[in-house]
C-alpha cells in the first residue's frame, strides 16, 4: 500500500508542478495568450485572480495529505468542483475557457483515489478488529 502513497504522491507533485508553470505562463505578459484567451477584457484580472486561489486551494490539499488521506482527497474534490464553476464563470463572461475541467481530470482521479484508499484503510481496520471483539 505504500508504493501507491508514493507514486500518487510524486504523480500529484508532478501534476503540481506542471500547475504551477500554468500559472507562471499566464502571469508573464508575452505569454498570456497561450493561457487565456482574451487578456484584453477588463474581466481578465478576475480570471487571473481564480487562477491562483485554484493553484492555492491545490497546495492546501498536498499539506493536508500528510495528516489526512480524506480531508486531502475532499479538498482535490472541492478543488475540482471549483475548477468547473471557474470555467463556467470564464464562459459566461466570454473569457473562452473550455479546457480547465479537462486539465483538471488528474487532480480530480487523485482526489478519488484518496477517498477510496481512506475508505479501505477503514473497512480492513474494522474487519481486523472485529474477530477480535468476538472471542
Known sequence: MQTIHRRLRIIAFAYGVLYFLFIVVGTIPATRTAIFSHPELPIFRLEQAFAFLLFALFVVGMIIWS??????????????????WDE????????????????????????????????????????????????
Open 88 to 135: 463556467l464563470l470564464s464562459e459566461h463572461f466570454g473569457m473562452g475557457g473550455g479546457a480547465g475541467p479537462v486539465l483538471g481530470i488528474p487532480g480530480l482521479l487523485i482526489g478519488l483515489i484518496l477517498v477510496v484508499l481512506w475508505a479501505v484503510h477503514r473497512l480492513r481496520s474494522r474487519l481486523s478488529v472485529a474477530p477480535a471483539q468476538r472471542g
Open 67 to 84: 495528516h489526512s488521506e480524506l480531508g486531502a482527497g475532499l479538498v482535490f474534490l472541492i478543488w475540482y468542483a471549483q475548477v468547473i
